[in-house]
């Protein structure tokens, strides 16, 4: 396991708290051609942390990619990663993503036989354990297992694709997850995956959202710094 020294998920934990919200590059829309000159040039204009879409062709229509381009990344990347497992029977591979190098593992409830015991097997495998939600899928799902959760990641898309508009219906479940964590003192990230974008990053930031996921909106830009950096100080001033 190369996971990188000095707790890089620690790290991200102290700036999240002193500094507020954070921006997390997907790279599904990257050019695989040039893996690790992307992910140099994502750290380089200030990506704290990278987001990995696993999909399987069967949880979601497409199939991206798996261990093998997630070893490739963390061999190539110091920020900690965040794997999304978009796949049915996440838990036949969890062991094999925490070894390829994983810090987050991020798993839907609408995949899981026992969220329970999927949660603690990710956390005894080492990395953080969190557990993604659809559009459709009704907060209630999440709420019996937040307790076992290191975070939950909204998902203000339909999982599947990149490029995506933004559903506000991730607004509502980030406030009642905000209010949840004030309410039972939780220690939870909140995240929120899709569809982000200028017009969108505030209004995420300030229902809550932490961990704030891009891809086309970094990706398609042309300047990758000037695009998180933007990004962050508008999620950053609305937090
Ligand atoms: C969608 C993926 C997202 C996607 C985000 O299924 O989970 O992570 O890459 O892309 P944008 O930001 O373009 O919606
Ligand atoms: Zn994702």
Redesign the pocket.
Known sequence: MNRPAGHAIDQLAVCLDTHGPVILP????CDFGHLAREVSRLEEAGARAL?L?V?DGRF?P?LTYGLVVVEAVRRAAKVPLEV?L?VDEPERTLADYAKAGADILTVHIEALADPRRTLDTIRSLGPRAHL?ISPGTPLERVEPHLEHSDGVLV??????????R?NPVALDKLRALDAIRSRTGGSFRLGV?????IETVGAVASAGAELI????????APDYSRAITELEQLARNAA
């Open positions: 997907a790279l599904l829309l987001h879409d999909m979601v497409q999304h978009m993604a998902m203000s898309v339909e999982p599947g694709f990149g490029g995506q933004f995956d899709g569809g982000i974008a996921v891009a891809g086309s909106a970094v990706i398609r």
